[in-house]
């Protein structure tokens, strides 16, 4: 496709006819959990009630209609069971199969892309073996939203050849979580920055810090909380204190997760775990991050919501099997769409931002948990984002300087993909811009659940061309291959 504004070179851009559509038979087995105590006791009498004989038949007919469907699915039966068990009547011997069926009365299956598969970032996948001359892999993450509108984070991979065709490798049958490490280690002083972030800072607060190490566990923090409510409301609980509350709901935020050593990449999928993120996982923006020493660490913004409120926070992983999720804190982290940098600018970090629904903001720090100033970057100047803008994606590091893509909103709620350049050195010096959208949605891009959007959350540079993976109105995710010397020449 060729597009020619009188004010914009041209630009080619090929869209590929890869689709990555939502599979309503992928299926997760998730916990199904009751609000009540008496529910769960419940439930468990019926199962204990039933005769030993019909034990076995029940549960050769749970095996039959879902072992298929599940890996581990005995393990994870039995692994819930065991979560439960503190709801059994004392004392009674249980069979192995009852205790396989109880568990199974309180799982389920959720299909987590039933909805939609949208707003794809890409990079370079970590394993690079065994690849023809002048091809790429590529490691994808998406947005997967299923019942309830409740949004997780699934993954995928392909490759990208010498001659920009893109294959993406099939998604296996199987999903499956990752679990959930409690016991992740917090260093004190960085827990404490954070406390005094969210206003716990304080005498009582102190009590428990001086109770822990340098570097403690949640367990240990558990400890510190009820020692200190012993000593100064005896017989509250650490929910009916706001300060203790506080500090537990923060150490909560801040959590690991681990998949199966042999679990491919595209069984893996992350769910919401704390209550900001009750409602969904939504929009990350991958970035592979290159430090001082040439290591590379995988980091990731994304937007936590839990139905009325966002706040964004931030995803690191050396492998993308083991991931530390942690909170970001200061008056820097507002809204959506934080974007950080892939190496640092002058010896601090550096993120993009949206500190008020509409205008694109530059941020530098120290640390990477930690956003304060922020300096407005760019602001809406065409028809077609005057309603708002935003990033689309960690900034892209080519000769020419920092190419950032961006969105902008403008007639009838139309998203549409925009770009602008920044100074290597000083990425607060705009030295281009497109004065047209770089992508419209177009025929049957503008059909989804929601209209009219074009969307994505990071592009990947191989040789001259950007690899633009984009969701088409939040329902499925496509492929565009755009000469990045074009865009770059188009720009005012």
């Known amino acids: 496709m060729k597009r020619r504004s009188p004010k914009q070179k041209i ?64 393990k994870r039966l039995l692994a819930r069971f065991h979560y439960l068990e503190h709801f059994l009547p004392p004392g009674g011997d249980i069979s192995q199969e009852r205790k396989l069926l109880i568990g199974s009365y309180f799982m389920f299956e959720y299909s987590a892309e039933s909805a939609a598969l949208f707003n794809p970032s890409i990079l370079a ?67 404490g920055r954070k406390a005094a972030e969210m206003g716990l800072a304080g005498e009582w607060t102190q009590r428990v810090m001086e109770r822990l190490g340098d570097f403690f566990t949640l367990e240990e923090l558990k400890g510190g909380l009820k020692e200190v409510l012993k000593e100064t409301s005896p017989g509250q609980k650490i929910g009916d204190n706001n300060t203790a509350k506080g500090l537990w709901l923060l150490a909560q935020s801040n959590y690991d997760i681990r998949f199966a050593p042999d679990q ?43 139905g009325r409120n966002v706040l964004p926070q931030l995803f690191e992983t050396e492998d993308f099997r083991h991931f530390k999720f942690a909170t970001l804190n200061g008056p820097g982290v507002q809204n959506k769409g934080m974007a950080l940098f892939p190496r640092k600018i002058n010896g601090r970090y550096a993120m993009l931002s949206r500190q008020d629904g509409e205008n694109i903001f530059l941020m530098y720090s120290d640390n990477v948990h930690f956003w304060h100033e922020a300096g407005l970057l760019v602001s809406p100047a065409y028809p077609w984002e005057f309603v708002k803008m935003g990033n689309c994606g960690s900034p892209i590091e080519t000769r020419a300087g920092w190419l950032i893509l961006s969105h902008g909103v403008g007639p009838m709620r139309k998203y549409c993909l925009g770009a602008f350049l920044l100074d290597r050195d000083d990425p607060s010096v705009v030295i281009g811009r497109l004065n047209e959208p770089l992508m419209r949605p177009e025929g049957i891009e503008r059909e989804g659940y929601v209209p009219n959007v074009l969307y994505t959350c990071g592009a990947l540079l191989h040789g001259d061309q950007l690899v633009l993976p984009y969701g088409m109105s939040d329902r499925v995710t496509g492929f565009a291959i755009i000469p990045i010397d074009e865009i770059i020449a188009a720009m005012a």
């Open 11 to 74: 630009i080619n851009i090929r869209r590929t006819e890869i689709r990555l559509s939502p599979d309503q038979s992928r299926v997760v087995l998730r916990p199904l959990g009751f609000n009540s105590h008496e529910e769960y006791v419940k439930i468990i009498r019926r199962a204990l009630a039933l005769p030993e004989k019909n034990v076995q038949r029940v549960l050769d007919q749970v095996l039959q209609e879902f072992s298929c469907r599940h890996r581990w699915l005995i």
């Open 125 to 191: 996948h970590p394993d690079q073996s065994g690849l023809p001359k002048g091809s790429l892999r590529f490691l994808l993450s998406l947005r997967s939203t299923g019942e309830g509108h409740v949004s997780s984070i699934s993954f995928r991979s392909g490759v990208i050849d010498a001659h920009n065709s893109i294959s993406v490798d099939p998604a296996s049958r199987f999903l499956t979580e990752p679990e959930i490490i409690e016991n992740s280690t917090y260093h004190k002083a960085l827990f």
């Open 264 to 306: 491919e990449l595209s069984e893996r999928i992350i769910f919401p775990v704390t209550s900001i993120q009750s409602n969904g996982l939504e929009d990350v923006r991958l970035t592979a991050y290159r430090d001082e020493k040439g290591k590379t660490l995988y980091y990731a913004t994304y937007t936590a919501y839990d």
